[in-house]
Antibody
Framework: EVHLRQSGGGLVQPGGSLRVSCSAS????????MHWVRQAPGKGLEYVSG????????YFADSVKGRFTISRDNAKNTLFLQLTSLTIADSAVYYC?????????????WGQGTRVTVSS | SYVLTQPPSVSVAPGQTAIMTCGGD??????VHWCQQKPGQAPVLVIY???DRPSGIPERFSGSNSGNTATLTISRVEAGDEADYYC???????????FGGGTKLTVL
């Protein structure tokens, strides 16, 4: 069974930065694309970013392009999302999601979510 | 960017059939996936590639996709099926995944 354990959320001021992490187990991590999806309070799901299995290709929603960075350490089975220049609109629960063997396949297993709150 | 349209809410009595739609331009040519999100929980994949069910998902859950509409059908609805349901596809024009706005299923 795939298990995605997330960490790193919290409260940050507007303009600040934060890094969220996702540690994976129960799968050969380096075989799978990984993604981040967020959900603002009371809202629906929003795709944020994806990264190919080897880390060579990354994808970002327009709303975060140039501010967020996705990366992975396949040796440590860990996915990261670096959030910078944060605004109130970035406040959300961020989910780590296991994809398929390429980034264009379905979003399979989801982490428990980590809350990011941007507030002064 | 590609837009997916879902009705905000669907209500059904226990034991009846719930039908939730996901509309998109030519969606029948795309692979549609559905996830279920219960209050306070992370989403769970319930249908992938239009019609396939992950292990552990009851046979009561089924999907179809044709033309401009994909459909998630839940037969013999139970109280435990009450949740938000999201369709999603991969948009080849942007290389991004796209979600519908979600449908809240209420079991009366």
């Amino acid at each position: 069974e795939v298990h995605l354990r997330q960490s790193g959320g919290g409260l940050v001021q507007p303009g600040g930065s934060l890094r969220v992490s996702c540690s994976a187990s129960g799968l050969i991590f380096s075989n799978y694309a990984m993604h981040w999806v967020r959900q603002a309070p009371g809202k629906g799901l929003e795709y944020v970013s994806g990264i190919s299995s080897g880390g060579g290709s990354t994808y970002f929603a327009d709303s975060v392009k140039g501010r967020f960075t996705i990366s992975r350490d396949n040796a440590k089975n860990t996915l990261f999302l670096q959030l910078t220049s944060l605004t109130i609109a970035d406040s959300a629960v961020y989910y780590c999601v296991q994809g398929g063997t390429s980034t264009n396949l379905f979003l399979d297993s989801w982490g428990q979510g980590t809350r990011v709150t941007v507030s002064s | 960017s590609y837009v997916l349209t879902q009705p905000p809410s669907v209500s059904v009595a226990p034991g009846q059939t719930a039908i939730m739609t996901c509309g998109g331009d030519g969606i029948g040519s795309k692979s549609v996936h559905w996830c279920q999100q219960k209050p306070g929980q992370a989403p769970v994949l319930v249908i992938y590639y239009d019609t396939d069910r992950p292990s552990g998902i009851p046979e009561r859950f089924s999907g179809s996709n044709s033309g401009n509409t994909a459909t998630l059908t839940i037969s013999r609805v139970e109280a435990g099926d009450e949740a938000d349901y999201y369709c999603h596809v991969w948009d080849s024009a942007t290389d991004l995944h796209v979600f519908g706005g979600g449908t809240k299923l209420t079991v009366l």
